[in-house]
Each structure stands twice: as structure tokens, then as C-alpha cells.
């Protein structure tokens, strides 16, 4: 089944405590990307990738970092979490460009202690 | 994501009526428009896009309007169903194409279906 899967469902952490959400596609897509959700501001671009080694910041890119080493996988690392991180993130794919219908995973809630 | 639903402007319709969600966009150089339905605790879900050079477009049990003269999508959704309770937002592409334009999302509609 083609899909973007994300992990893990749910997280609770605590404030400056290293963390990876893990993503990965299944569908050979080039482009990827993670958003962030809060209530009533939509959903907001963290960073994104072009390619493999292609990343770029979005439109909240501090405190987050991300890698693409292999074209199926896009992880999301916070170094130093902090409260204001607490929200629910999803990862999402299309197969060329950002310009087209994104596939996206089940998101990851994370709360920040 | 169980959360997403609060603060959110809600439309009401009984089992069985049209829905119609509207959505205003910002951008008049928008060039491409996605509706994606958010179930509860669910990952966004495409529901049908449009192009700017169209003005109507149709799937199963629903179809997109587009006016860009007034910067406004409208999905309309035939005959709801209890299943059809989400979050509804959509998305324009910004910029005048090429790979790196993003899509911009909107905040959402919360569509509750009595039965």
C-alpha cells in the first residue's frame, strides 16, 4: 500500500531532550516535507526536500532539523525541545514538486513538558 | 491532531443535504488549488485540486468552483454522509510555477453531518 508513515503516534518529552520523528515513503517520491498543525494557523511548512541532500528551510525552521540521505526517508529532529514545540507535526511526500497534491502521513502529537 | 478541530468556523448539515465549504484565497497568482479533508486524528487527505485555467471540476460526490475574480473556491459535496465529518481546508500553490513553489494552507471548516 502506498503511503507516507510516520513514527512515533505520539510522543511526551521533556524540554531540551533530543528527538527524531522518523518519516518515510514508500512511493519512490522526490519531494518531502514536515509541517506543524496548530489550532487556527493551519498548517505551517518546518523545512523541505527538493531531492536526496536537497533540503531547505520552510516558513518555521527554527529549532528543527532534517536530513535526506536516502530518497524514502526524511527524519525531523528537535536538538533541544522546548514548550513551544508541543503541537502535532505531519510529513508528507508528492512525487516530483511542492506544486503538487501532497500524500501525507498520520502526523505525530507531540507535547513538550 | 484531536485538537485541530477548535477555534475552526463549523457548517452543520443534515444527513442526505449538499454541503457547500468555502474558502477564500490570497494570492491572485495562485495557480493551482487543492481540497483536503482531515479526519479526526488523521493525516490531511486529497480530495480533488483545480487549475486556474479551469473554473469547475468534478469527482465523485463532489466538485470544486473556482472564481478567481473574487479569489474564492467553493467545494460543494452531494448527498453528505456521516463519513463526510471533517475538517475541510484548502491549499493554493503561490508563485507563478516551477518545482520549488509551495502550497499555502487555509485554516479549515469543520463539517458536522447529523443524521
Known amino acids: 500500500e502506498a503511503q507516507v508513515t510516520q513514527n512515533p503516534r505520539y510522543l511526551i518529552t521533556v524540554t531540551g531532550k533530543k528527538l527524531t520523528v522518523t518519516c518515510s515513503q514508500n512511493m519512490n517520491h522526490e519531494y518531502m516535507s514536515w509541517y506543524r498543525q496548530d489550532p487556527g494557523l493551519g498548517l505551517r511548512q518546518i523545512y523541505y526536500?527538493?531531492?536526496?541532500?536537497?533540503?531547505d528551510k520552510g516558513d518555521v525552521p527554527e529549532g528543527y532539523k532534517v536530513s535526506r540521505k536516502e530518497k524514502r526517508n526524511f527524519p525531523l529532529i528537535l536538538e533541544s525541545p522546548s514548550p513551544n514545540q508541543t503541537s502535532l507535526y505531519f510529513c508528507?511526500?508528492?512525487?516530483?514538486?511542492?506544486?503538487?497534491?501532497?500524500?501525507f502521513g498520520s502526523g505525530t502529537q507531540l507535547s513538550v513538558l | 491532531g484531536e485538537s485541530v478541530g477548535l477555534h475552526l468556523p463549523t457548517l452543520s448539515v443534515q444527513e442526505g443535504d449538499n454541503s457547500i465549504i468555502n474558502c477564500a484565497y490570497s494570492n491572485s497568482a495562485s495557480d493551482y488549488f487543492i481540497w483536503y479533508k482531515q479526519e479526526s486524528g488523521k493525516g490531511p487527505q486529497f480530495i480533488i485540486d483545480?487549475?486556474?485555467?479551469?473554473d469547475k471540476r468534478q469527482g465523485q460526490r463532489v466538485t470544486v468552483l473556482l472564481n478567481k475574480t473574487v479569489k474564492h473556491l467553493s467545494l460543494q459535496i452531494a448527498a453528505t454522509q456521516p463519513g463526510d465529518s471533517a475538517v475541510y481546508f484548502c491549499a493554493e500553490k503561490e508563485g507563478y510555477g516551477g518545482a520549488t513553489n509551495k502550497l499555502i494552507f487555509g485554516t479549515g471548516t469543520l463539517l458536522a453531518v447529523q443524521p
Open positions: 526536500s527538493m531531492n536526496v541532500e536537497v533540503t
Open positions: 508528507a511526500s508528492s512525487l516530483r514538486a511542492a506544486n503538487e497534491k501532497l500524500f
Open positions: 483545480i487549475r486556474s485555467n479551469m
